[in-house]
């Protein structure tokens, strides 16, 4: 028995809108014999124009309801994010920008997700990872990306504030990382400075 040949997808779409088309011509062949109009239209309705003292009493009520509900509260955004100054890097100006940047490249690297290079891939994968992390920082004011920017560039540098020892009583360290005490950037292989 022979096999039959698959069709192309330009080919289905043509059979598929023929045959769509053949259903709605049956479709309006039937309600038309039965007497029922095909034609339906929904009219809407006009409204009547106001008069210029109805719009000076609707412009006065809008106002009166702006003053009573007040300044922008930012509710959805953590308290801490919102209590910071403009000027600071990581303040709430400054963070829904660069995520607005970054859904902007997210969207002009869709076609990444599913490509086959891995490169490509993995650009979109760090943006995307990018834009969660930023979203998490506005909601529950916890930075937990490496990364900080517009465009993710720059390197976020941390610092010890508890210190932690071991169980002789030498300092623990991690590479990378400012301690008050060396008053440094603590790098591997680096002799502690007592």
């Known amino acids: 028995m022979a096999m039959r040949k698959k069709m192309s997808k330009t080919a289905l779409a043509k059979k598929n809108a023929k045959a769509k088309a053949t259903r709605d011509a049956k479709k309006n062949a039937a309600l038309k014999e039965l ?12 409204r009547k124009p106001m008069t210029e003292e109805q719009r000076a009493q609707a412009v006065a009520r809008l106002e009166k309801a702006r003053k009573a509900k007040g300044p922008a509260k930012n509710k959805k955004f953590h308290p801490d994010v919102v209590a910071l100054p403009d000027e600071h890097e990581l303040s709430l100006k400054n963070v829904r920008q660069w995520l607005e940047t970054q859904k902007e490249l997210l ?12 490169v490509e891939r993995n650009k979109y994968n760090t943006c995307y990872t990018y834009v969660s992390n930023l979203k998490t920082y506005l909601s529950k004011g916890v930075y937990v990306d490496h ?15 508890h210190m932690s020892f071991k169980a002789d009583g030498t300092p623990k360290r991690s ?19 007592e």
């Open 35 to 46: 007497g029922i109009d095909v034609k339906r239209t929904k009219f809407r309705k006009k």
């Open 107 to 118: 969207i002009s690297m869709k076609a990444y997700r599913d490509s086959k290079d891995a």
């Open 147 to 161: 990364k900080i920017g517009e465009h993710g560039t720059g390197n976020i540098k941390y610092t010890c504030t």
């Open 175 to 193: 590479h990378g990382v400012y301690y008050p005490d060396m008053g440094m950037v603590y790098q591997t292989g680096m002799e502690d400075k």
